[in-house]
Every structure is written in C-alpha cells, then in structure tokens.
C-alpha cells in the first residue's frame, strides 16, 4: 500500500471485503484529491490515526463499515466539514455524538451496530440542514430533557433508531417532521404512549412505520384523514387493546404489509381489510380477535400471499365458497376455534408452501384436492380431530418438503409412496395418531433433518429406512411396537443428536456404532428387550461442548437447508416425571437412558464422554459389580437412577459433590455399608432412594450402623423374612445326602431289615409290571 503514497490525483477509493493492515489509514493523509473512501470489511482495528485519516477534511464520503474499529472519534471528525455522508456502522465506536455538530455538510449518517451513547432528542444535529438520513440501529439510545422551544432544522426522509433503552414520550423532534418516508423506532420504550397517529396526519409521504416492542398501550387510533402512501405498518408486540379500527381499510387503503400480532386486541376483524387491494401480508396472529373471518378478505385482498392468524378466538369455517386468495403461499389459522372440513377452495393455490391448521376443531378427511398442490412445501395439519388414513397421492407431491400431521386420529399404514419424497423431504411429523404397518424400507429421504413417528403403532423391524439420511438431527420413533436388533447403520447417521427408540420391542444388543456418533445428545433406548453390555465408549454431549461448525449448523444452515427446528417437541423422562422439551433447552438437554431392559455387565468406569449429562438412568436391568466413584465427575447431572439391578458393595462417598443432583435412587440392589454423608443435595433424598438393599445402614434408613446393636444380617433376615438362597440349597443338599448313608448303614446292620427290604421292592416292581400289561391295548400284546 505504500504506493499509495504517489496517487496525489486519487479522488475515489472503494476496497471491498479484502484484509488490509491498518497503515492503510495512515497513508490516506497523503492524498489531498481523494473525495470518497470506501473501506468495506477489510478487517481493520485498532482506533483511527490522528495522522493520516484524521488529517483528511477534504473527504466527502466516509465508509469504513464491517470492521473492527473501536475508540473515541471527537477528536478526529470534528473537522471533517465537507463531509456528505458517513458510514461507520458495524465497529465498536463508542462516546457521544457531539462530534457530528459541526459536520453542517452532512446528509447521510449510518452509525448502527456500534456502542455510541445517542441521546433520544438527536440534539447534536438540530443545526445540520442537510441531513436526510440517520441510520442509529443498536446503538444506546438514552433520553435527555429537550429544550421545547428549540426546532431542528433538518427535514428527514428516512431515520431508524431501532435498539433499547426507556425514554418515556416520542421524541420532540418528531413533530416537526413532514418528509418522513420511513421510521424504524423499534424496541425502544415509551411508556404510557399511545399510537402516534399525528405522525402519519403529518407525513403524507410515509411509506413505512414500523413500532416494535415499544410499550405503546390504550386503543389504536388512526387519523381523521386517510393515508394514501404507506405501505407497511408493523405495530406488533405491544399493549394494545380494544377493537381494531372498522375503517382501517379505508384509512390505509394502500397497505402491502399490515402486522398488528402481540397485542390484545379483541372484536371481529374488521371487514375493511377486504379493500386492502395491495396487501399481501397480514399478521393479526396472538391477539383476542373473535367472530370469523370476513367474507369481504376472502373476497377483496387478491393479492394477500402470506395470512396468519394464528392463536386467537376466531370461529367458524375457515373459508366460505367466496374466495379468491389464490395467491396465498402461507396460511396459519392454528389455535383457534375453527369447525368444519378443510376447505376445498384451497385447492385453488398453487403456490401454498406453508399450511398450518393445527389446534383447532376440524374434522373429516384429509381432502384429496391436496394432490393438486404441486407446490406444496409444507403441510401442518397437528392438534386436530381429523380421521382417516394418510392418503397415497401425498408421495405424488414431489414438491412437499414438510409433513407435520401430528395429534389427529390417522390410521392406515405410511404408504410405501412416500419413498417418491426421498429427494425433497425435510420434516416428518406423525407422531400422536393410529398409524400402523412397517415403514417402508425404501423410505430414506436424503435431506431430511426431523422424523416424529412418536406414539402410534408401528410394528416390524428397522430394516432400511433412513438409511441414508445423513443430515438427520431428530430419530423419534418411541411408542411404537417396533422390532427386531436396532441397526448398525446407525452409527452413520453423524449428525443424530436426538435418538428415541424407547417403549418398543427392540432386542439383541446396544450397538457399538453408536460409538461413532460424535454429536449424539440424547439417546432413549430404554423399555425395550435389549441385553448384553453398556459400551463404554458411548459420547454424549450437547452443543456447548461441540464444535463451532455443527453449532453453525444446527441453528443455521439446518434451519435453512433442512427446516430443523427446536420447536418441534421430543419427550424425554427424567426424575421419574415425562417433560416435553423444545426451543432453546434442546440445545443445552442431554441424557442416557437404558432402563427397562435386560442389559448385564457393569456400569462404565469411563465417564469423559460425557462429564455434561443431565440426566442418567440405568434403573431396572441386571448390571453387577459397584458404583463407579467416577461417575462423580458429572457435575452437571440432575437425575440419577441406578435401582432395580444387582449392583454391589458401597455408595462412593464422593457422590455427595454433585450439587445439582435432585433424583437419586439406588434401591434394591445388593449395596452394603453406611448411606452417603446426609449434606448439601443429599441432605433432601429420602428413606425411598435407598429401600431394598439389606445390608445398607444410615439415615434415612431405620437401620442403625452402631456396633451395639445386633447383627446387621440377622436383623434384616428378622425384618425382611427373607431366605439366603445360598445357604437354603446347601443345607438341603447335605441334610438329604446324610439321610440316604443312615439308610445305608441300617440295613447293612440289620440283615432281617434288608430281606424285608429287598422283598418289598421285588413284590412293587412285580405288582407294576402286572398292571401295565393287563392295560395295554391289545395290539401291543405278542
């Protein structure tokens, strides 16, 4: 870059996205012709140089966005007065605004994205005439007491101040706005404010106003005159209640996006919004709206493309015969009160991708207009009463890539054409309905990320199918009546991070493919017919301890790539208690259990694979041999169930660290000695952790370990009333074995005793032999 230094004439320099070292600003100083600087993520750092860039005051653009700039710049701009327009978005600026005052030459301002203290009167820019744009996202907006008599001078056309911070009322210097086109105010708190409708009377040129989040309350009141230019308002997540404007429609006739969801607005929907012409997005989801839906949408917004309605009271049909919203690529009416079939209007757009009726109180069949949607990407039909089987021509729908039907009351088998959706399937959701039959074993979609076959009655062995979904997540087919070995393949299933195969009837042994997979979560096998040993090289981990690139994966690419979601639920038992996890706490979840099944062996003595778990469960199978002390190394565990086996010896002492443990249960087994210490989480486990295990002694327990009282083994025997098998069968044998040689020796004493003895047993085998033959059948007779 030094050669930068004989470019006296350079008037425009524009880098993009190529790392440069920082002596790059130094040099800059040394071109008096350079106007416009463009420096757009090239990894700079540090703070400007006062030599070089601060000595620029001839610039007129600025643009040193997406770096890592940081440091106070009052002292390097404030001489910068032939400066236009200014990008220093994306860095870690910090400081106040000041500086900006004496830039009178400024007209556009994009600071978002750094760490500026901005105060809510924009104060610093009362004086910068020119000024049309200020860009301020996600900065620290505070407010300051404005001086009321004071007016800025600039004029603005677009300002987005979206971020945080509570600053009580709307700005004052938005009163005196009258080119406004677009304001982006979002997350900002105003507290006891109602809906500025004074700033739509006095911007006629609006296009774009977007409340988010902030705390505006009281009843949505538009203005006198109506407002032929804006095109999308967004108000969602507030407080707003009382009914929806009647003539919203004819006040805003010119809306192409309207979303007034998170508020608390009750009432109808007003009929109005069927003279939206323009509207294509409606979201009035997770309000109070009831009624149904009006004819007049249904009718007059032709161009509407994306409707939800999401989580509200509305009733009735879903749609009348009068329809002509044959452009709708997303329709969710989910949690409502809606009755009837689906309709067969629907069948009238062929571009629905995302159709979510769930939890609401539908009925009949899944109608087989459906096989007309060639388009269909996604088809959500869960929480309803819907009967049936799953119809053939879905495998015909080559564009379905999401198939969540779960909580209804399907039956049929999954039909074998649905291998045709091997190549676009990306969620499989059937879980909770009367499905029975195989899977077909040439059902293996290739990017599938999801499969909820939860809670039905699917039988047969696991043959082939997902064999080769190698991007799946999620493997959930617990509750079934599956059979048969669990498949090696498996263990190439490497981004599995959630299996579930419990309550079916799985046998042989645990797979040691499992072993390969690296990203494995949670894993459920438990309540199964499952023998042979626990592999001790089984990983468990959550996406804390993986690498960055699955992480990237999981909440990112899968979300876009393969439609993995963490709000689908998975059922997992833990503390003896079944939880349904989604969101956010199926990225931290992880846990074993193998209980209910007939595994021998001993507990893993190697814990490193998974020192994260939180939750562990070997209850109810036949382990031997003691409890690993290692097994305190777990920290993080919460449930521990280590009861019904025939596990030996002592409790290791060193279990008392787990601060988190709040289930821990090792009865009946053979444990002997004195109950771990009664302190931090252990001071809370009762006599019920421990029962069943006949030389254990301590509190809770009754059993006193003091050497004055009488033997341990005795007084259990007395309490329990129990036998030692062991000594039973000795005792039985040898008691038995005297019994025969005194036999012995009396008769080889006593000779008239063994002539009587001998002649007794000649006259029986006489007597025997006589009765048999007199009854046989003649033909057996020579």
């Known amino acids: 870059m030094h050669g930068l230094l004989h470019l006296k004439n350079l008037e425009s320099l524009r880098i993009y996205s190529t790392p440069l070292e920082n002596n790059i600003l130094q040099t800059i100083g040394a071109m008096p012709s350079l106007k416009f600087l463009s420096l757009w993520n090239c990894g700079l750092n540090g703070t400007l140089p006062k030599q070089g860039f601060c000595e620029s005051t001839h610039l007129r653009e600025v643009d040193i966005d997406y770096n890592n700039l940081k440091g106070n710049l009052s002292e390097c701009f404030s001489n ?6 200014i990008d220093l978005s994306s860095n870690q600026f910090s400081g106040n605004i ?11 301002l994009r600071l978002s994205n750094n760490n500026f203290q901005i105060p809510s009167s924009l104060e610093p820019f009362f004086n910068l005439s020119k000024l049309k744009y200020i860009y301020a996202d996600n900065n620290s907006i505070y407010a300051e007491t404005e001086m009321h008599h004071l007016s800025p001078r600039f004029q603005l056309n677009r300002i987005s101040l979206s971020c945080c911070g509570d600053v009580g009322s709307f700005p004052q210097f938005l009163y005196h706005q ?12 105003f507290k006891g404010e109602q809906f500025p409708g004074w700033l739509l009377g006095n911007n006629k040129k609006l296009q774009s106003l977007i409340l988010i989040n902030n705390s505006l309350s009281g009843p949505f009141r538009l203005p006198f005159a109506s407002h032929l230019d804006l095109s999308g308002l967004d108000v969602s997540i507030n407080f707003f209640n009382g009914s929806i404007p009647t003539e919203i429609g004819a006040k805003l006739p010119s809306l192409t996006f309207l979303n007034m969801s998170k508020n608390s607005f009750g009432g109808s929907i007003p009929a109005s919004i069927g003279g939206m012409n323009s509207l294509r997005s409606l979201d009035l989801s997770n309000n109070q709206l009831s009624g149904g839906l009006p004819e007049h949408l249904a009718m007059g917004c032709s161009l509407l493309s994306v409707l939800i309605l999401s989580n509200n009271r509305l009733q009735g049909q879903i749609f009348s015969a009068n329809f002509s919203l044959t452009n709708l690529r997303e329709l969710q009416v989910d949690g ?4 009837g079939s689906i309709p067969d209007c629907l069948s009238n757009c062929s571009f629905l991708s995302i159709l979510d009726v769930s939890n609401n109180q539908l009925f009949d069949e899944i109608p087989r207009w459906m096989e007309n949607l060639s388009r269909l990407s996604r088809l959500d039909l869960s929480n309803n009463a819907i009967f049936g089987g799953i119809p053939k021509w879905m495998g015909n729908m080559s564009s379905l890539e999401e198939i969540i039907m779960a909580n209804n009351h399907l039956g049929g088998s999954i039909p074998v054409e649905f291998c045709q959706l091997n190549l676009k399937l990306k969620l499989l959701d059937l879980s909770a309905n009367d499905i029975s039959g195989s899977l077909p074993s040439c059902f293996s979609p290739l990017r599938i990320s999801q499969v909820h076959l939860s809670k039905n009655k699917l039988q047969g062995q696991l043959t082939n199918a997902f064999r080769n979904s190698n991007l799946l997540v999620t493997l959930d087919l617990s509750n079934n009546h599956l059979s048969g070995n669990i498949p090696n393949w498996i263990g190439k299933l490497y981004q599995l991070s959630y299996l579930l195969l419990n309550n079916n009837h799985f046998e042989g042994e645990i797979p040691i493919q499992l072993c390969k997979l690296g990203h494995l979560s949670l894993i459920d096998l438990s309540h199964n017919n499952l023998s042979g040993i626990i592999p001790s090289c089984l990983k468990i981990t959550t996406l804390n301890d993986v690498s960055q690139d699955y992480v990237h994966y999981v909440t990112t690419v899968a979300l876009v790539n393969t439609s993995f979601s963490t709000e689908e639920p998975i059922e997992f038992t833990t503390k003896n208690i079944s939880y349904s996890y989604k969101g956010k706490i199926l990225t931290i979840l992880s846990g074993i259990d193998l209980s209910c099944n007939k595994l ?23 382990l031997t041999g003691p409890i690993p002390a290692a097994l305190s190394k777990l920290r993080q565990i919460e449930s521990l169930d280590l009861s019904y086996n025939n ?11 787990l601060s988190f443990l709040s289930f821990f249960s090792v009865a009946y087994n053979n444990l002997s000695g004195s109950t771990p210490e009664r302190t ?9 952790s421990y029962l069943g295990n006949l030389f254990l002694c301590g509190p809770p327990l009754q059993k006193s370990c003091s050497a004055t009282e009488p033997s341990l083994i005795q007084k259990a025997r007395e ?28 008769l080889y004493i006593n000779p008239n005793w063994r002539r009587a003895w001998f002649y007794h047993i000649e006259m029986g085998i006489t007597s025997c032999f006589n009765f048999v033959v007199d009854n046989l059948p003649r033909e057996f007779h020579c």
């Not at 000041?98 to 556009?108: A, D, E, V």
């Not at 409502?336 to 009755?339: A, E, R």
């Open 98 to 108: 000041f500086f900006l005052k004496s830039l009178t030459s400024l007209s556009t």
């Open 178 to 189: 009258h080119d406004l086109q677009f304001v982006d105010l979002s997350n900002i708190y």
């Open 600 to 622: 021998t062996g001993e507990i893993p003595h190697k814990v490193e694979n998974f020192l994260k778990i939180f939750a562990l469960n070997l209850s109810h199978n036949s």
């Open 719 to 746: 309490e329990d009333g129990s036998i030692d098998m062991d000594v039973f069968f000795v005792s039985f044998i040898v008691s038995y074995i005297i019994v025969l040689l005194g036999f012995a020796v009396v």
């Open 336 to 339: 409502n009160n809606f009755s």
């Open 80 to 85: 910068f007065t032939s400066l236009e327009n």
């Open 680 to 688: 931090a989480q252990f001071a809370t486990f009762e006599e019920s």
């Open 647 to 657: 596990l030996s010896g002592k409790i290791p002492p060193q279990l008392v660290g």
